[in-house]
């Protein structure tokens, strides 16, 4: 097991991207705090790991506000003892341009930039004071490439990838790892959520979207969760300050 006995804490794993990295990092053998504001579906996440003998509880919290990124960080220790490996993945996804408000701004950067500040930071303090951690951070190929009617949420994307190289730099005297990846078109509710708002059935989507690629598909979530494995583990011992693109080569086009 590559996890073995590793406290990892995952915000945004009740769905998505988050969840199958969560369920991955279960069956490596993880003992996984689900930090996410969605209940009902973070508990069925816990119960899902806990079905294949894993280690699991969930933590109700919005990682933009203050006490809650606090709380997952105590509870984590509280419970498990410790924290080894942080997984900032919870984003929301405020899918516009010039036509986004300044509470649409506040809203985007206070949950994607702000939230994951916030639960790194007290992550960090128990990771510090064991001198060793791994953190990774989920950016997006936003981040690199122009999309229409995107920035608002693709400026938020670009910040944490920035955010990932000066984390990295602050928390190496501490042998705290962070890297980040950036996925690309992945099928996750927030992809079902974009395909309704643009009326585009999912193979319309696959078609438009994995035309862009050079594999000539969208991804799946635990593609995107086995990249965020391999960050986490020792097998990326040497690898700090930097990205990982999974997005099937969209960026190599
Ligand atoms: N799906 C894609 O195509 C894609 C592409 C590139 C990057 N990403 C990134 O991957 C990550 C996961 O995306 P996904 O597609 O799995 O999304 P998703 O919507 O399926 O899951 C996101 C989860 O985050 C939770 N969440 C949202 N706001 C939160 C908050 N304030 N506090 C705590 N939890 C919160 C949601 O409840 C949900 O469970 C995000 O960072 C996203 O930007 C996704």
């Known amino acids: 097991m590559r996890l073995n006995g590793k406290v990892s804490i995952i915000t945004g794993g009740a769905a998505g991207i988050g969840k199958e990295t969560a369920l991955i990092f279960g069956a490596e053998g993880a003992k996984v705090v689900i930090a996410d504001i969605n209940l009902e579906d973070g508990e069925g996440a816990v119960r ?5 003998g894993g280690n699991a509880i969930f933590v109700q919290a919005d990682i933009s506000v203050e006490s809650d990124a606090r709380r997952i960080t105590e509870e984590a220790v509280e419970r498990f003892g410790s924290i080894d490996i942080l997984v900032n993945n919870a984003a929301t996804f405020v899918l516009k341009g010039f036509d986004a408000t300044a509470e649409d701004w506040q809203h985007s950067l206070s949950v994607n930039v702000i939230g994951t500040a916030l639960v790194t930071k007290y992550a960090a303090e128990t990771m510090r004071g064991n001198g060793s951690g791994a953190i990774v951070v989920v950016s997006s190929v936003s981040s690199w490439i122009a999309q229409p009617k995107f920035f608002a949420y693709s400026a938020t994307k670009a910040a944490l990838l920035q955010m990932t190289r000066n984390m ?25 959520r974009y395909m309704k708002e643009a009326h585009l ?10 035309a862009q690629t050079l594999l000539k598909r969208v991804g799946r979530p635990e593609e995107v969760a086995r990249a965020i494995l391999f960050l986490a583990s020792e097998e990326a011992s040497y690898i700090t300050g930097t990205h990982l693109m999974v997005d099937g080569g969209y960026t190599a086009m």
């Open 48 to 52: 899902e790991i806990r079905a294949k």
């Open 168 to 192: 990295a730099m602050d928390l190496a005297p501490y042998k705290i790892r962070v890297n980040c990846v950036c996925p690309g078109a992945i099928l996750t509710s927030a992809s079902y």
């Open 201 to 210: 059935t999912p193979e319309l989507f696959d078609a438009e979207q994995g």
